[in-house]
Nanobody, 116 residues
């Protein structure tokens, strides 16, 4: 089993920045990549970005490309999401996942609110 915990959410003004962190623990030997998703009430959960934890390869959705950066943390199986130029449309619960094979382990989510 893998446990995933996110941190770093909060309230930020439009145009501001925020950094989310995620740590996977437990049996993490097979973790191949980690991802960030987000969800707004009444809408489907959407993939924001992911990173290959072995070689650092990244992917971004079009709606965050150029504004968000996903990176590996200092500790193994930790990642960060640096979010910049935030917009009200970025308001959502952000979830981190750690993937082993075809199984994704989810965190509990952290709220990000972009509002003046």
């Amino acid at each position: 089993q893998v446990q995933v915990v996110e941190s770093g959410g909060g309230l930020v003004q439009p145009g501001g920045s925020l950094r989310l962190s995620c740590a996977a623990s437990g049996d993490t030997r097979g973790v191949s990549h980690m991802s960030w998703f987000r969800q707004v009430p009444g809408k489907e959960r959407e993939l924001v970005a992911f990173i290959n934890t072995e070689d650092g390869t990244t992917w971004y959705s079009n709606f965050v490309k150029g504004r968000f950066t996903i990176s590996r943390g200092n500790a193994k199986n930790t990642i960060d999401l640096q979010m910049g130029s935030l917009k009200p449309d970025d308001t959502a619960v952000y979830y981190c996942t750690a993937t082993v094979g075809t199984t994704a382990y989810w965190g509990q989510g952290t709220q990000v609110t972009v509002s003046s």
